[in-house]
Nanobody, 124 residues
Framework: QMQLVESGGGTVQPGGSLRLSCAAS????????IGWFRQAPGKGREGVSC??????RTTYEDSVKGRFTISRSKNTVYLQMTSLRPEDTAVYYC???????????????????WGQGTQVTVSS
């Protein structure tokens, strides 16, 4: 059974940085994609970034390109967030699903297992 546990959320001022962690367990030998998603108050959940378990190829949404960096180390995936903006305020979730195709995608329907989420608040 796959399990994902996020940590690292908190409150930060605009322009600040945070690093989120997603500790995953229960992986099979299949190739998996691990993604970060977020849901802001009153909005739907949106994809942020993803990474392939074996080849490490990454995908970023335009809204976070150049500011967020996804990486992995063993069974932990990190999301380094810099130059944070108030509009980055959201609950951040990590998720995993079988990698289909060459590169991971930040579309919810490709992800089967989800963490419980961690709150990120960007406010002065």
């Amino acid at each position: 059974q796959m399990q994902l546990v996020e940590s690292g959320g908190g409150t930060v001022q605009p322009g600040g940085s945070l690093r989120l962690s997603c500790a995953a367990s229960g992986f099979t030998d299949d190739d998996w994609a691990i993604g970060w998603f977020r849901q802001a108050p009153g909005k739907g959940r949106e994809g942020v970034s993803c990474i392939g378990k074996y080849d490490g190829r990454t995908t970023y949404e335009d809204s976070v390109k150049g500011r967020f960096t996804i990486s992995r180390s063993k069974n932990t995936v990190y999301l380094q967030m810099t130059s944070l903006r108030p509009e980055d305020t959201a609950v951040y979730y990590c998720a995993t699903g079988l990698l289909l195709g060459i590169k991971c995608r930040t579309t919810e329907r490709y992800y089967r297992y989800w963490g419980q989420g961690t709150q990120v608040t960007v406010s002065s």
